[in-house]
């Protein structure tokens, strides 16, 4: 069975600097796909961004992007000129074929003012 | 705002009463879930669709039964809540690709007295 790790259960950051939040994840697939979602506090779970594992190029969305390192089974998230609303718990997820998302635990991200 | 919607927002209810959850999205979308979540903790996914007439128990065994009799709509049903069903209930849907989103509603905080 897949599994994803997120080993980072909290991590805090200064207003506009960079943070990189940790997944992982076991799999024996070799075409799958990895996603990173945000949940604010009492808002709706949010995709921020996604990636193909058949894709060598790590996505980017605006200021977020991803270090995908396919033999590692590696899939961190990158969060540059941190703002207040980018405060939230982000979960890694992975998916292959047509099967359900496996989520990790979960990375509650404090920004300070 | 993702077109998902999920009534009520937060329901207390005693032991031994029958309750249903509702989640509604108007995308049109043939795959709906349902998850578990506790505060601040990982998605648990406990029921999921693939379209009318279909429904499956997810990674998590769950006391709750589910029904999608019509594309838009897939409530949740407890027959007998009790005190261990207090959680937040996440509903969400996609389309039909590995690659898709999933879009999520706003959640139903469940408290059982």
């Known amino acids: 069975a897949q599994t994803v790790t997120q080993s980072q259960p909290e991590m805090s950051v200064q207003e506009a600097e960079t943070v990189t939040l940790s997944c992982t994840y076991d799999t024996s697939e070799s075409d799958y796909y990895l996603f990173w979602y945000k949940q604010p506090p009492s808002r709706q779970m949010i995709l921020v961004i996604r990636q193909e594992a058949y894709k060598q190029q790590n996505a980017t969305e605006n200021r977020f992007s991803v270090n995908f390192q396919k033999a590692a089974k590696s899939f961190s998230l990158k969060i540059s000129d941190s703002q207040l609303g980018d405060a939230a718990m982000y979960f890694c997820a992975y998916n292959f074929g047509n099967e359900k998302l496996t989520f990790g635990t979960g990375t509650r991200l404090t920004i300070i003012p | 705002e993702a077109d998902i919607y999920q009534t009520p927002r937060y329901l207390v209810i005693g032991t031994g009463k029958k309750i249903t959850l509702e989640c509604s999205q108007t995308?049109?979308?043939?795959?709906m879930y349902w998850y578990q979540q506790d505060p601040g903790m990982e998605l648990h996914l406990i029921h999921y669709?693939?379209?009318?007439?279909?429904?499956e128990k997810g990674d998590l065994s769950s006391e709750s039964t589910v029904s999608r009799i019509r594309t838009e709509h897939f409530p949740l049903t407890l027959e007998s809540a009790r005190p261990s069903h207090t959680s937040q209930y996440l509903c969400a849907s996609s389309e039909w690709e590995a690659i898709d989103e999933q879009f999520f509603g706003p959640g139903t905080r469940l408290t059982v007295l």
């Open positions: 669709s693939y379209g009318v007439n279909s429904t």
């Open positions: 995308m049109g979308h043939d795959k």
